[in-house]
């Protein structure tokens, strides 16, 4: 994930520690998780004690590329090594602040993934005089497009109680609000109310409710004074599970129109997990432990984890990577934006957390 160090208040790749955070891209997304996983691993054989269950740490890079080099490879060549009933994946179990209560997210569902290109085809031309068939131009009014329109809503249960539990413990209005998104006649207005108030919070819980669309690379012309005769955007588009690539591709097309070529570059579906397993009753109890009347409720991300792959051996996929946060810290706009970090006392909040976790459960 690349940085912009202009926009950072410290070294982005310094690991400093400063206004008791450790700061540096990957702090909270996921080298925590990591170290984490491992200090785990570390424990459980110190303390001698002989597990009723393997306990497996892998460590593999390429989840922001795909996994196609990471899990992906593990899971389709060498299953043996990383077959299990369950895993501890990365982003779940922060603390959210709402009013006077705390939460805390546990990743059991995330989005699948189409990234897929737009290709526009015009006239090329001399830049001096402008005319209407301009592939650039093209590109821009289908991307314009897709950045102020949002696509059909599509609510899973898992995000239906997660609103609904936050809710139940949240101030007004938001008590009041939030149920109101799962109203898709309600919903349109009210994240347009939000984005004014909290653009980060609007942000993701759009990103709960429906598939959506983000260009990330454009690519046009090479000279200035020539009009380009093709134009080509990438797209990262995320997919409710459920939602079928070709209904997705639908969607993108009632907005863009005919006017642009769509080609898939990858993709993958969303998952869903159970949360009635008592590892996710375990989890339960040690969050409840030590962080007393906080409350943990199953979640979806709007991205996506190594979970995919290792669904496909059958393992039940949590993303339980426990930071506790205080009001201030807003997680999701940490993990690849500027100046990410982890409160350190936090950090080892989590350290304690994960590591009873994964011994009461394999010692069970």
């Given at each position: 994930?690349?940085?912009?160090?202009?926009?950072?208040?410290?070294?982005?790749?310094?690991?400093?520690?400063?206004?008791?955070?450790?700061?540096?891209?990957?702090?909270?997304?996921?080298?925590?998780?990591?170290?984490?996983?491992?200090?785990?691993?570390?424990?459980?054989?110190?303390?001698?004690?002989?597990?009723?269950?393997?306990?497996?740490?892998?460590?593999?890079?390429?989840?922001?590329?795909?996994?196609?080099?990471?899990?992906?490879?593990?899971?389709?060549?060498?299953?043996?090594?990383?077959?299990?009933?369950?895993?501890?994946?990365?982003?779940?179990?922060?603390?959210?602040?709402?009013?006077?209560?705390?939460?805390?997210?546990?990743?059991?569902?995330?989005?699948?993934?189409?990234?897929f290109e737009l290709v526009a085809e015009g006239e090329p031309g001399h830049g001096?005089?402008?005319?209407?068939?301009?592939?650039?131009?093209?590109?821009?009014?289908?991307?314009?497009?897709?950045?102020?329109?949002?696509?059909?809503?599509?609510?899973?249960?898992?995000?239906?109680?997660?609103?609904?539990?936050?809710?139940?413990?949240?101030?007004?209005?938001?008590?009041?609000?939030?149920?109101?998104?799962?109203?898709?006649?309600?919903?349109?207005?009210?994240?347009?109310?939000?984005?004014?108030?909290?653009?980060?919070?609007?942000?993701?819980?759009?990103?709960?409710?429906?598939?959506?669309?983000?260009?990330?690379?454009?690519?046009?012309?090479?000279?200035?004074?020539?009009?380009?005769?093709?134009?080509?955007?990438?797209?990262?588009?995320?997919?409710?599970?459920?939602?079928?690539?070709?209904?997705?591709?639908?969607?993108?097309?009632?907005?863009?129109?005919?006017?642009?070529?769509?080609?898939?570059?990858?993709?993958?579906?969303?998952?869903?997990?159970p949360s009635t397993t008592p590892l996710y009753e375990t989890i339960c109890r040690?969050?409840?432990?030590?962080?007393?009347?906080?409350?943990?409720?199953?979640?979806?991300?709007?991205?996506?984890?190594?979970?995919?792959?290792?669904?496909?051996?059958?393992?039940?996929?949590?993303?339980?990577?426990?930071?506790?946060?205080g009001p201030e810290l807003n997680f999701t706009k940490m993990y690849h934006g500027?100046?990410?970090?982890?409160?350190?006392?936090?950090?080892?909040?989590?350290?304690?957390?994960?590591?009873?976790?994964?011994?009461?459960?394999?010692?069970?």
């Amino acid at each position: 994930v690349p940085v912009d160090r202009d926009q950072w208040k410290h070294d982005p790749f310094g690991a400093e520690e400063a206004e008791g955070c450790i700061w540096g891209r990957g702090a909270i997304d996921m080298k925590n998780m990591v170290t984490m996983g491992l200090m785990a691993l570390l424990l459980i054989k110190r303390s001698g004690v002989t597990p009723k269950r393997d306990v497996i740490f892998a460590a593999v890079a390429d989840e922001e590329a795909g996994s196609n080099l990471g899990a992906l490879h593990l899971v389709e060549n060498h299953p043996e090594l990383v077959r299990s009933e369950y895993v501890l994946n990365e982003v779940g179990g922060h603390t959210l602040t709402m009013g006077a209560t705390r939460f805390y997210p546990i990743q059991v569902s995330e989005k699948g993934i189409c990234w897929f290109e737009l290709v526009a085809e015009g006239e090329p031309g001399h830049g001096s005089m402008p005319h209407p068939g301009n592939a650039v131009v093209k590109l821009a009014r289908g991307l314009a497009a897709l950045g102020t329109r949002r696509l059909p809503q599509h609510t899973t249960p898992v995000v239906e109680n997660f609103l609904r539990t936050l809710a139940a413990g949240a101030p007004s209005p938001q008590r009041q609000a939030l149920p109101m998104l799962l109203q898709p006649r309600l919903a349109g207005h009210l994240l347009t109310l939000l984005e004014k108030k909290d653009p980060s919070q609007a942000m993701a819980m759009n990103a709960m409710l429906r598939n959506t669309t983000s260009p990330t690379i454009l690519e046009a012309g090479r000279k200035v004074n020539v009009i380009p005769s093709r134009a080509r955007a990438q797209v990262d588009g995320r997919v409710i599970p459920g939602q079928s690539v070709e209904s997705f591709l639908r969607e993108i097309q009632a907005v863009i129109g005919r006017e642009l070529k769509i080609s898939v570059l990858t993709q993958h579906d969303g998952t869903v997990f159970p949360s009635t397993t008592p590892l996710y009753e375990t989890i339960c109890r040690s969050v409840d432990r030590h962080d007393p009347g906080a409350v943990p409720v199953p979640y979806m991300i709007p991205g996506f984890t190594d979970s995919f792959a290792y669904g496909r051996l059958g393992a039940i996929c949590y993303g339980f990577s426990p930071v506790k946060l205080g009001p201030e810290l807003n997680f999701t706009k940490m993990y690849h934006g500027h100046n990410e970090r982890i409160p350190v006392e936090g950090f080892r909040w989590g350290v304690r957390v994960l590591h009873e976790v994964v011994s009461e459960f394999v010692s069970a």
